[in-house]
């Protein structure tokens, strides 16, 4: 796709100065960009890039004077980066439009019910009784099991397997990779040591605009629905065990586990490599730091937390510090010791303190 | 699949009261379960729900006196949550059984032989002189590399991929997006800064009764074989390097790492996000506490670790307590340094103590 | 394929003892192989296997005195070791030179450029304008995104999925289930507690004779591109956040993840589990221990880190074993808070101290 100066000023009321006629087809940083490149100029840390960029247009804020001629287009606009990102939206709008059709070789049963306007890549695959809502878009290898259900304007990227009974809203995005509603990890242990499989026969329930990172991995719900709530943003490599709900607007990122049962509220934010144990519950508003291990419930809203195991966020840094300067500490203890034993050497009832080892 | 009270009560040998020609199609928590489910209720705790629920079947034990009366169907058993289970269980099989025949388009090569009464789903792909046994179930979307074998009544699920040359055996269960056998991470450095690969041409062996989870990967040993022994239950995205080998009956919980050439005893549990060092062992028996990091061999069978380095559990327990209470000690310290500086300072021998930094 | 003595011999400048027309197929270590295998013996602690192999053909040192006779066929060579390495190596290369052709069915745009010489598998995906170098292997399943483009000489395993527009190199191996230009993640918060969308119109940059482990996910920068720089080696379940950039042969192992816009210096050793957090550097020569957590920008080159959050190797161990002697210094001071107690007691003036909480 190619958009001229002229366009682009169209679309976001912005003021063209040099050629209007210019194209560009992609989007690059100011101090990175090439020919037939689009980029802006918000922040004036980077006002020298300006006079230097190889872009074939710039976006700059209107209230920008220049100091020298620039032999590149311009478009002033109130506000050069939020102009900016709605162009980036935009774009990827109109790219995701142009995907359309049926691609063959793919796989679709007789008994599946496909919207209009869907776009379904080679090797793809729709189960018995698939619903897929209208302008969804399922990409190359997805794979998804009888009678799940997906909602309208939702993308499954490339290789994506949705196992059977599980539901996706609209407006949704799953990257590639990722697995949903593959089996809780639940075993009776027997007398003998081995384990006898506990059938797992629930579903798991996305609901609309959430978005799910590359591999990550969500096990269907022993009986009942394993739950991502409306607006949940998981990064990749995530790990949601069976019947986990996660409530609206959280985010979780990169590679952190949440056990079995366990409730995450809304609007939390969790940093990666996180750990959350089974069976307890993080309140809403509730931030917790990377690499944190979480194995108590948290009842109060909108605190911080940290460390392994994790406390309050203060209380956490406090123990980091103290355990920073356990060394010298040690010292001091020493230090002490050979004093008292001085003190005590000298005093006048010796029989005092003869059982302590020092 | 629908049944009738009449068939499940014939199945677990219960009593039905009520109409015994009503139908159900799927199972449901009593708090949950809607109208055309079956559920069941063992636990006292959830009575309440017996006299509310929509489902249609109750399962609960003979010994049960009701409250009141239900316009529900009930079957009594003597063990209400036993019943349910063997129910879901034979609820599984069933379903599974189902599954038969070669969807197209898939790609067997020629020398590839398939047992009796397997599913092979499409866009499955079998490589040269592969075999897999009778009942086996290959989802969509399978790769099979060269020689590899698989066994009977195992099921692979859509999107694995397992190199050449590895075997599988009877009655596993690969979940979805799981890689068996991609090459070992290991390299050889080279005098100018660059690694030269070294060839990985062992292979992975996953005996019976293993199950694993969605997007794990096991690598293939250098030489020689990594394996999976029997009854082994890996969860998802665990990670399991070259050479390692996982003895019977052991469990192995998400994103769990163990390192190149370590060996993990049998019947060994291990909590989620642990790491194992490389060329160590872990002794039958251990339970390993979740994001814990054990880097050195565990002799002693049936002990329980935990912390990163892993500790004996109660060793870890104390330490994190006493980390817990650092600014108390450091406190206490200082208080100490107060009152010996004071004690100092008034006593006979001044000149003692004075090369400290008091 | 099947190699005889002589062959072999010829290929490493080798005599052989014993039956020069014996054939192995494959290869194994001195105390598992069987008939049909070839192996070495170069370590003397493994002499003992010599007499005993069921190996067909052993390479060994010129330099070995053999006890006793065996009715097996010798290879004698310089350096058994390394004459081993070499032909799996060269075992290798001829195994993945016999991969050749289009396997059908495969889904090849009409605008895409195929080099000579290269394998694509089966159910594997070509988008517009995508370029593939010679020589270069795609396995079946693998999903190549509109205008990627891949050079020569590379191994694309079963079901990698590559997003548009970004670029591989040459002499490349990506293993199974890898994701490569996914969307970073990047939202941004809005007033009513949802978040939207930032579009990621960059992409990924893989440089020549990078190696990428099973199921790892590198994500396209936001603008400009997410570079993995020349013979760089990742390993399994590794995540790549947006806008990193790893220089130039740095290795990184299993389930570490790399937050965004962070950059891994040259020659780097990352240990596993490590998580770095985003915007920051890492130098060159750089080793982290696995299970790290690294906050803070590392500025001196060469140096070692360890724990979380990360410290200078040396600091790190003292912090351990000071920690892990906690419940002793915990000892100590109640010793010492006893004996100050009493020498307190006796002391002449006695209203000192009298303020503390002792």
């Known amino acids: 796709m190619q958009f001229t100066a002229a366009q682009i000023a169209l679309m976001i009321q912005g003021i063209v100065e040099g050629d209007a006629s210019i194209a560009i087809s992609s989007f690059g940083k ?5 020919n037939g490149q689009l980029s802006f100029m918000a922040n004036p840390k980077y006002e ?10 710039i976006i700059i804020n209107d209230s920008l004077e220049l100091k020298t001629g620039i032999n590149k287009t311009i478009i002033r606009v109130k506000d050069a980066y939020s102009a900016f990102a709605t162009l980036m939206t935009k774009y990827q709008e109109l790219a995701a439009k142009q995907l359309k059709g049926i691609q063959e070789p ?8 496909l919207g209009n306007n869907i776009y379904f890549g080679a090797f793809a695959y729709a189960g018995e009784q698939v619903t897929i809502g209208n302008d969804s878009k399922i990409y190359p ?10 909602g309208s304007n939702t993308i499954i990227h490339a290789g994506v397997k949705i196992y059977n009974d599980c539901v996706i809203g609209d407006h949704v995005i799953i990257h590639a990779g990722v697995v949903i509603g593959s089996d809780g990890f639940g075993f009776a242990p027997q007398a003998d040591g081995t384990y006898k499989k506990v ?8 609901e609309n605009e959430v978005e799910i990172g590359a591999n990550t991995t969500i096990d269907r719900a022993t009986m009942g629905s394993t739950v991502i709530k409306k607006g949940v943003k998981l990064d990749n490599l995530v790990q949601i065990a069976h019947n986990v709900e996660v409530d ?14 366990s409730k995450v509220g809304k609007n939390v934010q969790i940093g990666g490599q996180t750990g959350i144990s ?4 993080i309140a809403d508003g509730s931030k917790i730091n990377g690499k944190s291990g979480v194995t108590k419930t948290i009842k109060e809203s909108n605190k911080s937390f940290n460390g392994n195991p994790a406390y309050d966020f203060s209380t956490s840094k406090r123990i980091e510090a103290h355990t920073r300067n356990l060394p010298a500490l ?16 000298e005093r006048l009832i010796p029989k005092l303190g003869q059982k302590t080892s020092l």
Request: hydrophobic residues 40%; without cysteine; charged residues 20%.
């Open 199 to 206: 059938p797992q026969l629930g579903n798991v329930i996305v």
């Open 30 to 34: 100011i101090e990175e960009a090439v």
């Open 106 to 113: 793919s796989y679709i049963s007789a008994s599946a019910q």
């Open 141 to 150: 290898g997805v794979f998804i099991g009888d009678r799940v259900k997906i």
């Open 48 to 57: 020298e890039y300006l006079y230097t960029t190889q872009a074939s247009i």
């Open 248 to 261: 609206e607007n959280t985010v979780i990122a990169a590679q952190t586990g949440i056990s079995g049962s």
């Open 278 to 281: 089974g069976h307890i519950s």
């Open 330 to 345: 040690e010292k001091r203890v020493k230090e002490l010791e050979k004093l008292v034993e001085q003190l005590n050497a």
